[in-house]
């Protein structure tokens, strides 16, 4: 670890590597301190932070916020980001942070013990869901087990960053809290996702009920922002890249369904105060008190980007890869309780995403 750590301060004095995408953009960089004003994040200074899933929409953004936090308040957080690919998290980050390759299904190989693990690698593609629903399966639930069986016997505090699509489908309108469950369809093979991140948080429960482990989980909802890959395909990443390269925009369904839509810097927010202060054992939703339905997030996509928003019916293979939730709002008092505050509204999220990915000069790349 001391080693990687020389290599990469070396890297950084040498220059040979850049800091480039997201955190040049100003409007990025300032939704982050804004967020920050909120928070006492002092308890970091000095401890080391492993995040897997690096590069995902969720963990990118997490990483990122703590990059600003040690440039605005001096403390020292000693940076782990796992993933597949170490050439893209070199890419998408600066030098002070250590890329570890790390694939989910595989155990965790690092020399030194640390202070907390943030795990968010996993299929995050509906289209993966239901072309690999093996894969999907096994990353989720072999990747929750090897981290969890890492942390046996050492003092490491870990959150495991679960779906609000554990709760399945519902009659009644009221937003989800955390111990009320719907009915999940077996017979669709998209739930392959569902019933492996439910098992994957059982799993959890049955760690640190039986070896004591410290875990916590955090349920997202529907999370977007700029930090999502040009390759997401869920509807508001999709939206988001199309808006701000100038495209109009195509809905496949009256858009009615409501969704807690939760820009990604508050959802980064909400995992680092369940990770100081979430009680082991216990799931914890983030979402959004401004609840918004689809065809609303599109309008104002649409209009952030000065483009059309235009409606059809879709195929039946189009309809195969529909979340079948049409109501997944999120009840917020449980996390709220513990210190989440939230910053940005639906509106000011979204719009700030279109404008953050032309800024950013990310919409140029994916062109």
Known sequence: ???????????????????????????????????????DFSSFDGKSVLVTGATGLICSSLIDVLLILQEIT???????????????IEKRFDERIIPIVYDAILPLQIAEDVDFIIHGAGSASPELYTNKPVETMLS???????????CVGKKTRMVYISSSEVYGQ??????????NYGYIDLDNIRNSYSESKRASEMLCKSYATEYGIDVSIVRPGH???????????????????????????????????????????DAAMAILVCLIN??????????????????????????????????????????GVFNPMNNSSLNMKKITEIGYIETFTAKEGLEHTVLILK????????M
């Open 140 to 150: 989720n639930i072999n990747g929750v087990n090897n981290l969890l069986n890492y």
């Open 223 to 265: 999370v977007y922002g700029p930090t999502a890959s040009t390759k997401d395909k869920r509807i508001s990443s999709d939206f988001a890249y199309k808006a701000a390269r100038g495209e109009n925009l195509e809905m496949l369904s009256t858009g009615l369904q409501k969704r807690s839509y939760c820009y990604c810097i």
């Open 74 to 88: 001096g403390i020292k957080i000693n940076i782990l980001g796992a993933g597949r690919n170490q050439n893209k």
């Open 278 to 319: 979430g009680v082991s054992g216990e799931a914890y939703n983030i979402g959004t008190e401004d609840v918004t339905s689809i065809r609303e997030m599109a309008q104002i996509l649409a209009k952030a980007g000065g483009v059309e928003l235009k409606i059809r019916e879709p195929s039946r293979e189009e309809k």
């Open 1 to 39: 670890m001391r080693f990687l750590r020389l290599y990469w301060l070396l890297k950084r004095r040498i220059g040979l590597n850049k800091n480039m995408g997201l955190l040049n953009s100003t409007l990025y960089r300032n939704d982050i301190k804004k967020a920050l004003e909120k928070y």
């Open 359 to 366: 800024e950013s000069g990310l919409v140029d790349d994916c």
């Open 170 to 179: 519902k009659d009644k309108e009221d937003p989800f809290v955390e111990t």
